[in-house]
Nanobody, 123 residues
Framework: QVQLVESGGGLVQAGGSLRLSCEASGGTFSSYAMGWFRQAAGEEREFVAGITWSAGTTFTSHSAKGRFTISRDSARNTVYLQMNSLKPEDTAVYYC????????????????WGQGTQVTVSS
């Protein structure tokens, strides 16, 4: 049973930083890619960043580029999202997800999802 567990969310002031973690278990992930999505209240879920587990190739959305960095630690089966220069518009529930094969920006392509972690950025 594949499980993805996010952690690291919280309340931070604008301009601050947070690092989200997503620990994966219950499967072999070398053929998977991992993605971070977020969903603000009343909005659609949107792609933030993705990484291939084997090669570590990364993809970052336009809104996150230059501020957010995705990485993975294969030994710990953990994917991270380092978020710097946070803005109030980054406030959302952040989800980790796994997709077989390549990174996708489409949430329906993903096979497994975590429960989400709340990030709130105050102005």
């Amino acid at each position: 049973q594949v499980q993805l567990v996010e952690s690291g969310g919280g309340l931070v002031q604008a301009g601050g930083s947070l690092r989200l973690s997503c620990e994966a278990s219950g499967g072999t992930f070398s053929s998977y890619a991992m993605g971070w999505f977020r969903q603000a209240a009343g909005e659609e879920r949107e792609f933030v960043a993705g990484i291939t587990w084997s090669a570590g190739t990364t993809f970052t959305s336009h809104s996150a580029k230059g501020r957010f960095t995705i990485s993975r630690d294969s030994a710990r089966n953990t994917v991270y999202l380092q978020m710097n220069s946070l803005k109030p518009e980054d406030t959302a529930v952040y989800y980790c997800a796994a997709v077989y094969g390549r990174v996708s920006t489409t949430q329906s392509d993903y096979d497994y999802w975590g429960q989400g972690t709340q990030v709130t950025v105050s102005s």
